[in-house]
């Protein structure tokens, strides 16, 4: 079993930052594919972010490449995600989301990811 617990969201005008954080624990052993989805009411569940916990790329959806960062810190189980330059389109709730699979150098659909965070709001003004 994996337990995933986002925190970092809140509210902030548009140019802030804020710094998203998932603390991962239970079965942690090995590699695993991460990554932060955002949702916002009517629509999909999108991938924003994603990295494999043993590797050193990362991989972005087009919509915030430049200004989002997603890290992972192995020895606290944390995987992050700062975000810059925020635009009232960032608004949403944000998951972190975690699974064993391989996806390559793409961010998985939404489906595949096994374990699941209860997400964290990030609202942003103008």
């Known amino acids: 079993q994996v337990n995933l617990v986002e925190s970092g969201g809140g509210s902030v005008h548009a140019g802030g930052s804020l710094r998203l954080s998932c603390v991962v624990s239970?079965?942690?052993?090995?590699?695993?594919?991460m990554a932060w989805f955002r949702e916002t009411p009517g629509k999909e569940r999108e991938g924003v972010a994603a990295?494999?916990?043993?590797?050193?790329?990362?991989f972005y959806a087009d919509s915030v490449k430049g200004r989002f960062t997603i890290s992972y810190d192995n020895t606290k189980n944390t995987l992050w995600l700062q975000m810059n330059s925020l635009t009232p389109d960032d608004t949403a709730m944000y998951y972190c989301?975690?699974?064993?699979?391989?996806?390559?150098?793409?961010?998985?659909?939404?489906?595949?990811?096994?374990?699941w965070g209860k997400g964290t709001l990030v609202t942003v003004s103008s």
């Open positions: 990295l494999y916990t043993g590797g050193k790329t990362a």
């Open positions: 239970g079965y942690t052993v090995g590699s695993w594919y």
């Open positions: 989301a975690a699974d064993h699979g391989f996806y390559g150098a793409y961010i998985a659909p939404e489906g595949d990811m096994d374990h």
